[in-house]
């Protein structure tokens, strides 16, 4: 809780009953976080953006993509904790190695990625991890944050207001708490409780957790080939250090406990 302290001392009144009612925790976590939009808004938003997305980008009808994330997908789903999920998983016509979730259960994959997850544990690693930013409501929480540090309420609206002329992926990221595509990035924070969370989610759905370790050196080893001209890649927004390695091999006993092959 001390963690928020700094945010909440300058503020008003207005954002200590936002506190109040809107204070939760982050599900297999400790921590206790602040959001303004209800999970229900959140959900509803996912929905209608992924809507959109898939009418204006490019789905892909290759068949051993699409069952990988079917398969892949259908048992991340029976354990991943997300409200109001009306879960979907869509293969998107992209080289760049991606993929993302919105509120609401849904969760696009780039043809580009496959080529960096390779197996289905590879697959389950990533999209995991992207749930989990869902889970946790990191998008939502960090525009919280801004919106508790500097009263900024107007800001929601002028997105709101602006919607239509922004990439749909943007809208769903800053409105729905969602991981927005590589287009904002999460703190190091928030991304390694992504890590740890989706390597739960991938053991709980009978993957071998060790495969996300394995799966972020070969995003390491992808980035030393491309070098840093991706983009809007996956990359750009998650740095793979040692320190992130290390610090999900620490967890590992953790997610291990729950991996029922
Ligand atoms: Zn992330």
């Not at 992808?222 to 001209?229: A, D, E, L, V």
Request: aromatic share 8%; hydrophobic share 40%.
């Amino acid at each position: 809780m001390k963690h928020y302290l700094s945010h909440l001392l300058p503020v008003s009144i207005l954002a200590l009953v936002v506190f109040v009612v809107a204070c939760g925790d982050v599900p297999d976590t400790e921590r206790k976080q602040i959001n303004i939009m209800s999970q229900a808004d959140e959900a509803r938003m996912g929905i209608s953006e992924f809507a959109k997305m898939k009418q204006q980008l490019r789905v892909s009808r290759n068949p051993s993509y699409n069952a990988m994330v079917q398969q892949v997908g259908r048992r991340l789903a029976a354990v991943m904790p997300v409200p109001h999920a009306q879960w979907e998983f869509v293969v998107f016509e992209d080289p760049s190695p991606n993929a993302f979730a919105l509120p609401g259960g849904k969760v696009g994959v780039h043809t580009g990625l496959f080529q960096i997850s390779q197996n289905e544990a590879g697959l389950a690693a990533v999209i995991g991890h992207e749930v989990a930013h869902v889970v946790a409501r990191h998008s939502g929480e960090r525009m919280t944050r801004g919106i508790l540090s500097t009263g900024a309420v107007a800001v929601g609206t002028y997105i709101l207001n602006k919607k239509a002329d922004v990439d749909p992926r943007v809208a769903a990221g800053v409105l729905g708490g969602a991981a927005a595509l590589g287009y904002k990035a999460h703190s190091r924070e928030q991304e390694l409780e992504a890590d740890k969370l989706g390597s739960l989610y991938m053991a709980r759905a009978g993957y071998n957790p060790e495969e996300s370790i394995r799966l972020w050196q070969r995003f390491s080893a992808y980035r030393q080939r491309m070098g840093q001209t991706q983009g809007f890649s996956f990359l750009s927004t998650h740095p793979v250090d040692s320190k992130r390695i290390a610090e999900l091999q620490k967890y590992m006993p953790r997610a291990k406990q729950e991996y029922r092959p």
